[in-house]
């Protein structure tokens, strides 16, 4: 299909194709993988050190300990934002920084930052959840979906 399309361009246009494929950024798409790859990790790390530390100083369950780390974790990735560090953080991870929970503190923030020239109710209220708004939507949504399919395998003696 490619070799069609080419047969079809007029010289003008594949001279025009040449010119481009060559000046054409290459993008170090390895060493991008292993920067996501390694910061992502590196961020998981420190959410799983945040919940030993739970543990073990206030004597938290590992069925309980989930919501304080979660909280720390956004808490630290909105602070890391208002800071402008995050922003360095994320240019050089890239998708690895986007790990769910701190990607998530980073969005609603970034946001806040934003709009706060607009006001407090107008600016940040308004535009703060405008992404983080659907995040909760289809968590919520999901949560439901999966307790739904939990009790009625359970009602009929699946698990």
Known sequence: ???EKRKKLTPVQQEYHLFEKERETKRPVLKNCVRAFLI???ICTIGQAISYLYMYFFDFTEQTVGNPTVATMVF???ILTGLGVYDRIAQFAGAGSAVPVTGFGNAVISAAIEHRTEGFVLGVGSNMFKLA???IL???FSAFAVALVKTIATKWGGL
């Open 1 to 3: 299909m490619a070799n």
């Open 138 to 140: 289809f968590g919520t």
């Open 40 to 42: 992502g990790g590196l």
């Open 76 to 78: 630290i990735s909105m």
């Open 133 to 135: 708004g659907s995040v």
